[in-house]
């Protein structure tokens, strides 16, 4: 069964700083990688997705790699803003069990400080 | 722009009630969700459905059904809500790729 662990559980940085959130996963045979943003009380917001053949996205500020061999992907935020603060989860899809099924991590509770 | 729908975004109801949950997608995905988030817990999948008419059930599908009559419609039902169904409910909807939330229900039952 795929288990995802996302380290450190919160991190707090100062404003403007450059930093990465972790994403480990145990079984490397994944359709696809998804980050996914949480603000509280609210839902989830797709930030960046990865597919299985792809090594990374970007999205503006953001860039998401993927190491399937190792079964790691990574957040990277660049010069990180006080509105950047939220919790960030990662998730993936697998071949195992039913391939229409996240994964989650239980997050990264990222505050940026100004 | 995609968007899922989640029909409360606070709901309070009384134990032994029979409870809806409802979500509308406007993608035409195959795939719908229903998730319960609680602290130190993380995301837990309920039940999901691939298809009208066709559910499977996630990890914690106890005390909890759902009908997906439409395509773009799928709904949680609680058919005998108990305190330990306080939660936030969070509906999802997908094809093989990306997914997208809904904006959460916070369902406090009494």
């Known amino acids: 069964k795929q288990e995802v662990t996302q380290i450190p559980a919160a991190l707090s940085v100062p404003e403007g700083e450059n930093l990465v959130l972790n994403c480990s996963f145990t079984d490397s045979a994944i359709y696809n990688l998804q980050w996914f943003r949480q603000d509280p009380g609210k839902g989830l917001t797709s930030l960046l997705l990865i597919q299985s053949s792809q090594r990374e996205q970007t999205s503006g500020r953001l860039n998401a790699s993927l190491d399937k061999s190792s079964g790691r992907s990574t957040l990277y935020i660049a010069a990180s803003q006080p509105g950047d603060s939220a919790t960030y989860l990662c998730?993936?899809?697998?071949?195992?069990?039913?391939?229409?099924?996240?994964?989650f991590g239980s997050g990264t509770q990222l505050t940026v400080l100004p | 722009d995609v968007k899922v729908t989640q029909s409360s975004r606070y709901l309070v109801k009384r134990t032994g009630e029979k409870v809806f949950l409802e979500c509308v997608q406007d993608m035409d995905h195959e795939n719908m969700f229903w998730y319960r988030q609680d602290p130190g817990l993380g995301l837990r999948l309920i039940y999901f459905s691939y298809d009208v008419k066709m559910k499977e059930k996630g990890d914690i599908p106890e005390g909890y059904s759902v009908s997906r009559e439409k395509k773009e419609r799928f709904s949680l039902i609680l058919e005998s809500a108990s305190t330990n169904q306080t939660s936030m409910y969070l509906c999802a909807s997908s094809l093989t790729g990306e997914a997208f939330f809904g904006q959460g229900t916070r369902l406090t039952v009494v």
């Open positions: 998730a993936v899809r697998s071949y195992s069990g039913s391939a229409r099924q996240l994964t």
